[in-house]
């Protein structure tokens, strides 16, 4: 896409000034016909090849919808409006739902029946309707070359604005209480894919995802700066995970940390030294990325892991069940937030918003009397996204970038701040030089 855009800017002034001369020109517009056909199947406009000849009527008429689309004339030309256009910043979601607009157009104007003219909202469809109202959102983490401060500030003018077009009301949750929109800051890959990757400054925002609600919004750091347009982006250190969050963590019984995210892992030794990252499959073959939970038990040393309905269990780098099992047969919750394994009851214990699951052994079937509320743990929070016990008996529980410490005698939560700063065994503290990271 940057290549593209920088092909159409460049040839810009001379389209809209002259000065080519004819075999010049010949040669420019081939290569912006080949940039356009490109962007229009990347947007979903163009979903085959089109013929070479300039008068190809595919090509014309995907000009048009476009065209529509962005609200100019409908030419079926590669004009400058167009051509600018194309250069703008935008989502990277293809407008499959406009094509369908468009087609409903052309088809009534045909038929002599109308059409409706508005277009159809691009996101995700929850197949009910949604009468929530007021909305409640939290920050993860922030940039590392913006202040606090003005981070909030940015997303608190964008929230209002949105709520002065419309009946929702926005507010920002405390980071003890669960929130209905999470925004996290991410580089690269954000846990939608490699694919989806977020491509870097003056490239398409958002990769192919939509908005989900409740869940999470994603974008990238753009060197953005709250007085300045542009600026240049720091650069970013030590591992990957400390800068925006994790699927899942566990600890062996060696005190060696696991901390998964997308389809790698790092290992981090007890005294805070970090691996590089490690393939997923490399290490348990059939296990899939983005995995939502795991722990080890620290009688035998299995791994269990869980996504979905869906759990496996390793020994080593082996199955021990062959194959994943449906681990909802069993009574465990599907999509759960977290697993632990609790040394006093020499149990796997999942956590799954704010209810929690003791397992008997094995790891498959839920113990009587199962699940109960987290009001049992004593302030630890609802939606943790992991936890694991430490060598001093305590349990330490995450949730995006804080962490709270669990008093085992007193079975007190109390919230403690941020993992990645506080704590130097997570493998943050020495890659970072003590730097702030979020």
Same mark, same amino acid.
């Given at each position: 896409m940057y290549a593209r855009v920088g092909l159409l800017l460049r040839a810009l002034p001379l389209l809209l000034w002259g000065g080519l001369d004819a075999q010049l020109a010949q040669r420019v517009g081939q290569e912006l016909r080949r940039e356009a056909e490109a962007f229009l199947e990347k947007y979903g406009y163009l979903s085959e090849p089109v013929p070479s000849s300039p008068a190809s009527t595919r090509f014309s008429n995907a000009?048009?919808?476009?065209?529509?689309?962005?609200?100019?004339?409908?030419?079926?030309?590669?004009?400058?409006? $167009? +051509?600018?256009?194309? $250069?703008?910043?935008?989502?990277?979601?293809?407008?499959?739902?406009?094509?369908?607009?468009?087609?409903k157009r052309v088809s009534a104007l045909f038929t002599g029946r109308r059409a409706k003219m508005r277009r159809k909202k691009r996101f995700a469809r929850q197949g009910n309707k949604w009468y929530k109202r007021h909305l409640s959102y939290r920050l993860v983490n922030w940039p590392q070359h913006l202040p606090e401060p003005a981070v909030r500030g940015a997303v608190r003018a964008a929230f209002q604005l949105w709520s002065n077009v419309s009946a929702l009301e926005f507010w920002e949750a405390p980071a003890t209480g669960p929130a209905d929109i999470r925004l996290t800051f991410f580089q690269g890959d954000h846990n939608d894919g490699l694919s989806n990757a977020f491509d870097g400054p003056g490239k398409p925002q958002g990769g192919s995802g939509a908005i989900q609600l409740p869940g999470k919004l994603f974008t990238d750091f753009e060197a953005w700066d709250p007085h300045r347009l542009q600026g240049r982006r720091p650069e970013t250190r030590g591992p990957k995970y400390c800068h925006s969050s994790f699927d899942a963590i566990t600890v062996d019984g060696q005190h060696r940390l696991y901390i998964f995210q997308g389809n790698q892992f790092w290992e981090v030794t007890a005294d805070g030294n970090v691996s590089e990252p490690?393939? +997923?499959?490399?290490?348990?073959?059939? +296990?899939?990325?983005?995995?939502?939970?795991?722990?080890?038990? +620290?009688?035998?040393?299995?791994?269990?892991?869980?996504?979905g309905s869906r759990c496996w269990r390793f020994q080593g780098p082996k199955p021990v069940w062959g194959s994943p099992q449906l681990c909802r047969a069993g009574g465990l919750p599907p999509h759960p937030d977290a697993a632990l394994y609790f040394p006093p009851l020499s149990r796997l214990i999942l956590f799954k918003g704010a209810r929690y699951y003791v397992l008997a052994r094995g790891g498959l079937q839920v113990e009587p009397y199962y699940p109960r509320g987290l009001q049992d743990w004593g302030g630890v929070p609802e939606e943790v996204s992991g936890a694991l016990p430490r060598p001093d008996g305590s349990i330490i529980f995450f949730r995006d970038d804080r962490y709270w410490r669990l008093d085992q005698a007193r079975l007190r939560a109390t919230p403690s701040g941020r993992w990645a700063t506080e704590l130097p065994w997570m493998g943050c503290w020495h890659a970072n030089s003590g730097g702030t990271l979020f």
């Open positions: 000009i048009r919808e476009f065209q529509w689309v962005s609200q100019l004339p409908m030419s079926g030309m590669l004009d400058a409006a $167009t +051509l600018r256009q194309m $250069t703008q910043p935008r989502c990277g979601v293809a407008d499959t739902d406009s094509q369908v607009a468009w087609t490690h393939p +997923l499959q490399k290490r348990w073959a059939g +296990l899939p990325p983005h995995i939502e939970a795991a722990a080890v038990s +620290l009688e035998d040393g299995d791994f269990y892991f869980f996504k």
